[in-house]
């Protein structure tokens, strides 16, 4: 079965700190989708990036950064010199397989991250 | 861009009361998603629909059922409302044929808060 685990639950930083959220999964598909998205306190969810099972590649986007590791099933999520506005929850989400019906997002329990002035 | 579409953004009921929650999915987008995200919760996946039929299922409640129309659009009803109804229900869309892609991904709309009393 798919499941998506975020074991820090809060994370307390102090602007300009770097910070690392973690995101672990499991599934048996070969072919899938890992999401990162944000919510903030208005409880909207932004969506910060995708990335498929057969592309790897690590990425950067402006102060944030993602570490995809098929080998240790992780999707890591860094924030390079924390802002203030950054504070929110954030969600790691996996996607099923593509080869089955349904389609549907499984989200981790999230991470609240609170960024201190 | 067009957007996720759902309405009401607020919604108040009592118990047992029924409350009818609406989704607009992004135009050519063929399948949606609901979500119920409880208070400090992640969002959990209640139903889908595929061209407008039931593709998936999860902890959705015997009181609660939806359906997507003709013209995409879903509805999301919910009798004899509970207090542990209150939360923050989110619809989503994506493309079906595009699983698989690289761009494959989800578009979520703003939710509907919904307030039982």
């Known amino acids: 079965a798919q499941k998506v685990t975020q074991a820090q639950t809060e994370i307390s930083v102090v602007e300009k700190e770097d910070v690392t959220l973690d995101c672990v999964y499991e599934t048996r598909d070969t072919t899938y989708y890992l999401f990162w998205y944000k919510q903030p306190p208005s409880g909207e969810l932004v969506f910060l990036i995708r990335r498929n099972s057969f592309d790897e590649q690590n990425e950067i986007s402006g102060r944030y950064s993602w570490n995809f590791q098929k080998s240790t099933s992780s999707f890591n999520f860094t924030i390079t010199a924390s802002q203030v506005v950054d504070s929110a929850v954030y969600f790691c989400?996996?996607?099923?397989?593509?080869?089955?019906?349904?389609?549907?997002?499984?989200f981790g329990q999230g991470t609240e991250l609170s960024v201190k002035p | 861009a067009a957007g996720v579409i759902q309405s009401p953004r607020h919604l108040i009921k009592e118990k047992r009361e029924t409350a009818t929650l609406k989704c607009y999915p992004i135009p050519r987008h063929d399948t949606v998603y609901w979500y119920q995200q409880g208070p400090g919760q992640d969002p959990q996946f209640l139903i889908s629909?595929?061209?407008?039929?039931?593709?998936d299922k999860g902890s959705i409640p015997d009181r609660f059922s939806a359906q997507q129309f003709s013209d995409y659009h879903s509805e999301l009803n919910m009798s004899s409302l509970e207090l542990g109804d209150s939360a923050l229900y989110f619809c989503?869309?994506?493309?079906?044929?595009?699983?698989?892609?690289?761009?494959?991904?989800?578009?979520f709309g703003s939710g509907t808060r919904l307030t039982v009393v």
């Open positions: 989503a869309s994506s493309l079906d044929k595009d699983r698989g892609k690289l761009d494959y991904g989800y578009t």
């Open positions: 629909f595929y061209e407008k039929m039931q593709s």
């Open positions: 989400a996996l996607s099923e397989g593509v080869d089955n019906q349904g389609g549907k997002l499984i």
